[in-house]
C-alpha cells in the first residue's frame, strides 16, 4: 500500500527574534504529531535536513531589512504554494521598524563603531510589500494554538477559525474587570485579539502586540488616554512599538508628539 | 595534504543565521570563522528615547528563547540608576522566573538541539523514532519550564508581567502551588536526562579557557553577584566596561566581546559550574560525580552534562522557592525618574548578558549598550573551531563538517540575541 504523500512545510527566519517560529517548537504535546502529519522539510532551527522546494506550505517569521533578504523572499515565493507570514515582525515590520521613522545611517553610527560595513535598507517592511501572502498571523509573539490552527486549516483546505475582533471582546469574554475603569490606559479597544486579554488579566494595560484590529478607532481610544492622564509622548511611544509601522498605529502616532 | 575549504552555509539547530567557513592551507587550518549574517535591528538605537520603563518589553524582543534574561538585565539596570533596591518575595519571583527561562531554553538545547550530535540524527523528530521517550522527556521538561513562565508571566515568550521595580501583578501561593508537581515530576526527568546524556561518547578535547560568571555569596547565581573568572577577575557590573570591550578584528567587521587583558573567554553553563559547584546543592553535587564529572569540565562537548545538571538544579531552586514564598505587600516598588547611568549584569541560559543605560531626569533612555552572551562567546567559538578541526584533519570532509558544526552547538548560540554582532567573511583565497 502506497503511503499518502504528506504535505511539505518549511519554516524561514528573515530580522526577527526567533520567537514565533520558536512557538512550533513550543507546542510540546503536538509537536511529534505535527511531524507525523507533515513532511517538515525545511526547518533550519530544528533540523540539519534542508529539503529543496517546492512547498505546500510557507510559514515565514521576520520582516525584510536587507536587499538579499528582498530577493530571498521572492524565492520562497516561487517555492511555495501557500505563503503565510507569523508575528509583528513579519506582518508589520516589527520593532525593528522604528528605522523607518528615522535616518538608519545615524542607527547605525549609534550601535556599530565602523558603520561603513554594514549594509541594511532604510526601512524595515513587512513580506506583504514585496510578495503575495495568504494570510497574515498577528502577534508579538504569536499564539501558537493559532499557528496550528493556520497549519492545519491550510493543509486541509478549510476556512480558518481566526477572528480579527479586539482584545475588548476576549476580557469580556473572560469576565476580566476592565483596567480603563480602574484608571489604567489600556490599548485593548483597538488591538487584535490573540493573546487570550493577557496583560489586563495581570492588571496591566494592553501594549498593543498584536497590532490593530480590524478598523480601530485609535482617535478615541487617544481621547480616553488624555483623561486618564496619558500624555501625548505616552501615546506616541505606546502606538510606536511592536507594530508601529502598522497603518493605523502609525497614523495615529502621527497626531502625538514625541 | 591538499588545500581546502570546508564550509557550512547555514547553522542548523541553533538560534538565528550563520555560517561557518574553515580554511585549511598545507594540512593546517588557517582560519576558522563563525559567519553570522543575521541582519542588524538596531536595538542600541532605537531604545533611544524611550521610557526607562519601556525596556524590559523592548529588549525582551531581541530573543525570543531568552526574553527574561533581556527583562531582568534591563530591570536591574533601571533600577540601578533609579537607586532603587528590590528584595523579599519580589527577589525570590525574579529568580523562580528565571529559573522557568533556564528549564525551557536548556530542555530545548539539550534534547532536541544538542542531542542529535552526539547519536548521530539530523533533529529531534528523527531522533524520537528510536529514542521516544528521551525526547518525550525533554519535551515534558521544556513545557514545566514554558508552564512555571506561564503562571508567573502570562506567557513563555515575552512574558508581559515583569516591571521595573517589580512585577504587575504577583501571584498567590495558591497558583504557585499548583505548579509544585508538575516541578518534582520535572526534576526527575532531568536526573534520568542527565544520567542520559552523560553516555554520549564524547571527543577527547579540552581548552584551557577562561571562565566568566556571576558568584553570589551564598547562591548559585541568576540575578545578582559579582563578575568573577578562573583567572582572578572580581569586579562589580559597574565595572564591566573597564575589564571588557567589543573590538573589530582585523579580518572582518565582527564586533567580538574581549577580556581588555587577556582576550578571549568563555560565559554559560560551564562557567557558571566551573566557578559556582560549591553553590549546588550536595545532592546535586553528588549526581554531577556520579555521572563522572568533577567540579571542573573544560570539556566543551560535555556543556550539554552540565546543561542538564542545572536543569535539575532549576527545578530544585523553583521547589524551594515557591515552598518559601510569602505574598507580597505590593507587586511592585515605586520609583521616581532621576538622571543617571545604571548597570547590570544577569545570568541569561548562555552566560552573562550586560545592559548599561543612561537616563536623563525624566527617566528617557539617552543612550544603551547591551552585550549578549553570544558576542562574548564569539572569539571562544572560533578558537575551539580551530582547535578541534586541527585535531580532526583526518576525518573525511562530511565528518569534519559535522564535528565543526558541533562544536559551534556546543555553545548554544543565539545569533539573533547577537543584535549587533556580525561579521562578514572574506575569503580571499
Request: proline content about 6%; overall charge neutral; some cysteine.
Amino acid at each position: 500500500m502506497s503511503e499518502k504523500r504528506r504535505p511539505r512545510l518549511a519554516v524561514w527566519k528573515f530580522a526577527s527574534c526567533d520567537g514565533c517560529q520558536l512557538s512550533l517548537l513550543d507546542c510540546e504535546d503536538e509537536l511529534l504529531a505535527v511531524a507525523d502529519a507533515v513532511e517538515i522539510a525545511y526547518f533550519p532551527e530544528a533540523s540539519r535536513t534542508m529539503a529543496k522546494g517546492p512547498y505546500d506550505l510557507s510559514v515565514v517569521e521576520g520582516s525584510i531589512t536587507t536587499s538579499h533578504d528582498a530577493e530571498r523572499i521572492r524565492r520562497v515565493r516561487r517555492q511555495s504554494r501557500y505563503l503565510v507570514t507569523i508575528g509583528a515582525c513579519a506582518t508589520a515590520g516589527g520593532i525593528q521598524a522604528l528605522r523607518n521613522f528615522a535616518d538608519v545611517q545615524e542607527f547605525v553610527a549609534a550601535v556599530y563603531a565602523s558603520p561603513q560595513y554594514i549594509k541594511t535598507l532604510a526601512t524595515s517592511t513587512p513580506i506583504s510589500a514585496h510578495v503575495r501572502v495568504d494570510f497574515e498571523l498577528h502577534g508579538c509573539p504569536i499564539n501558537k494554538a493559532q499557528l496550528l490552527e493556520v497549519i492545519s486549516a491550510f493543509l486541509a483546505g478549510r476556512k480558518l477559525a481566526i477572528s480579527g475582533h479586539s482584545v475588548c471582546v476576549d476580557c469580556k469574554l473572560h469576565g476580566s474587570v476592565c483596567v480603563m475603569v480602574q484608571g489604567t490606559p489600556c490599548l485593548g479597544p483597538v488591538t487584535h485579539a490573540g493573546c487570550g486579554a493577557l496583560c489586563p488579566s495581570f492588571r496591566r494595560g494592553c501594549y498593543g502586540c498584536f497590532g490593530p484590529m480590524e478598523r480601530p478607532n485609535t482617535a478615541a481610544l487617544a481621547v480616553e488616554w488624555r483623561k486618564l492622564g496619558a500624555t501625548p509622548r505616552d501615546i506616541w511611544r505606546v502606538f510606536r512599538t511592536f507594530n508601529a509601522a502598522a497603518e493605523p498605529f502609525r497614523k495615529e502616532s502621527e497626531g502625538h508628539g514625541e | 595534504m591538499a588545500n581546502k575549504t570546508i564550509r557550512v552555509d547555514y547553522i542548523a539547530r541553533v538560534e538565528g543565521e550563520g555560517a561557518l567557513d574553515l580554511r585549511i592551507r598545507d594540512g593546517r587550518v588557517t582560519s576558522a570563522r563563525l559567519k553570522i549574517f543575521e541582519p542588524p535591528r538596531l536595538f542600541e538605537a532605537l531604545l533611544r528615547g524611550r521610557g526607562f520603563a519601556e525596556a524590559p518589553d523592548i529588549t525582551a524582543r531581541i530573543c525570543g528563547i531568552c526574553p527574561v534574561a533581556y527583562q531582568m538585565s534591563a530591570v536591574h539596570a533601571m533600577e540601578d540608576a533609579l537607586g532603587v533596591k528590590v528584595a523579599g518575595p519580589l527577589r525570590g519571583l525574579r529568580r523562580l522566573l528565571y529559573c522557568g527561562e533556564w528549564i525551557e531554553s536548556h530542555a530545548l538545547h539539550v534534547v532536541m538541539l544538542h542531542a542529535p550530535d552526539f547519536l548521530g540524527y539530523p533533529d529531534a523528530i528523527q531522533m524520537a523514532r528510536e529514542h521516544g521517550d528521551a525526547v518525550r522527556r525533554g519535551l515534558a521538561l521544556k513545557k514545566t519550564g514554558n508552564g512555571l513562565m506561564r503562571i508567573l508571566g502570562g506567557r513563555e515568550i515575552h512574558p508581559v508581567n515583569v516591571r521595573v521595580g517589580g512585577f504587575y501583578r504577583t501571584p498567590s501561593r495558591a497558583e504557585l502551588a499548583f505548579l509544585t508537581d508538575d516541578l518534582k515530576r520535572a526534576r526527575d526527568l532531568a536526573v534520568e536526562t542527565v544520567r542520559w546524556v552523560a553516555r554520549f561518547p564524547f571527543p577527547n578535547f579540552e581548552r584551557d579557557y577562561e571562565f566568566v560568571a556571576l558568584r553570589h555569596p551564598d547562591e548559585y547565581p541568576f540575578n545578582e553577584g559579582r563578575i568573577v573568572s578562573s583567572r582572578g577577575l572580581d569586579i562589580l557590573a559597574r565595572e564591566y566596561e573597564a575589564e571588557f570591550e567589543e573590538r573589530h578584528v582585523a579580518y572582518s567587521t565582527a564586533l567580538q566581546s574581549v577580556l581588555k587583558r587577556r582576550g578571549s573567554y568563555l560565559v554559560g553553563p560551564m562557567a557558571r559550574y566551573n566557578l559556582n559547584f560549591d553553590h549546588l546543592p550536595s545532592h546535586v553535587q553528588t549526581l554531577a560525580h556520579e555521572v563522572g564529572l568533577g567540579p571542573e569540565c573544560r570539556n566543551p562537548f560535555q556543556s550539554v552534562i552540565v546543561r542538564a545538571i542545572e536543569v535539575v538544579y532549576a527545578c530544585d531552586e523553583a521547589l524551594r522557592i515557591i515552598g518559601a514564598y510569602q505574598e507580597p505587600d505590593m507587586p511592585a516598588a515605586p520609583l521616581e525618574p532621576r538622571a543617571g547611568i545604571g548597570r547590570a549584569c544577569t545570568e541569561a541560559p548562555r552566560g552573562i548578558l550586560y545592559h548599561r543605560y543612561q537616563l536623563n531626569d525624566d527617566g528617557s533612555i539617552l543612550e544603551a549598550r547591551i552585550v549578549p552572551p553570544t558576542s562574548q562567546n564569539q572569539l571562544s567559538m572560533e578558537e575551539d573551531l580551530c582547535e578541534v578541526a586541527s585535531r580532526s584533519l583526518d576525518l573525511a570532509d562530511d565528518a569534519l563538517r559535522d564535528r565543526c558544526e558541533q562544536t559551534i552547538r556546543n555553545y548554544d548560540p543565539c545569533i539573533s540575541c547577537s543584535c549587533h554582532f556580525l561579521k562578514l567573511a572574506v575569503d580571499r583565497s
